[in-house]
């Protein structure tokens, strides 16, 4: 059975950071495509960043290059999302997702119903 779930979410005000973690079981993360996905109040969920952990290949949404960094530690089977100069659209319930493959990952990646398994999701709140 894979598990995920996050940690590090909370409440910053704008321009601060925030590092989230995501602990995977059950398998391990190796060959597989991770990512962070974020979903705002009234707002469909949307890709944040991916990772493919065997090559290290990152894919970012447009919104948050520059500012996030997605990275793995695969020994701990933890993947991890580097927040920085945080703004209050950020603000959104933020999941982990994993998948064995993502066919077409260059322009499929940030699609939810390209990845099986899901946190619960951690809560991060910017304010201004």
């Known amino acids: 059975q894979v598990q995920l779930v996050e940690f590090g979410g909370g409440s910053v005000q704008a321009g601060g950071s925030l590092r989230l973690s995501c602990t995977a079981s059950g398998y391990s993360v190796g060959n597989y495509f991770m990512a962070w996905f974020r979903q705002a109040p009234g707002k469909e969920r949307e890709g944040v960043a991916c990772?493919?952990?065997?090559?290290?290949?990152?894919y970012y949404a447009d919104a948050v290059k520059g500012r996030f960094t997605i990275s793995q530690d695969n020994a701990n089977n933890i993947l991890y999302l580097q927040m920085n100069s945080l703004k209050p659209e950020d603000t959104a319930m933020y999941y982990c997702?994993?998948?064995?493959?993502?066919?077409?990952?260059?322009?499929?990646?940030?699609?939810?119903?390209?990845?099986?398994?899901w946190g619960q999701g951690t809560q991060v709140t910017v304010s201004s």
């Open positions: 997702a994993a998948e064995a493959y993502v066919p077409s990952a260059r322009i499929l990646w940030s699609r939810p119903d390209r990845y099986k398994y």
């Open positions: 990772i493919r952990v065997n090559t290290g290949t990152t």
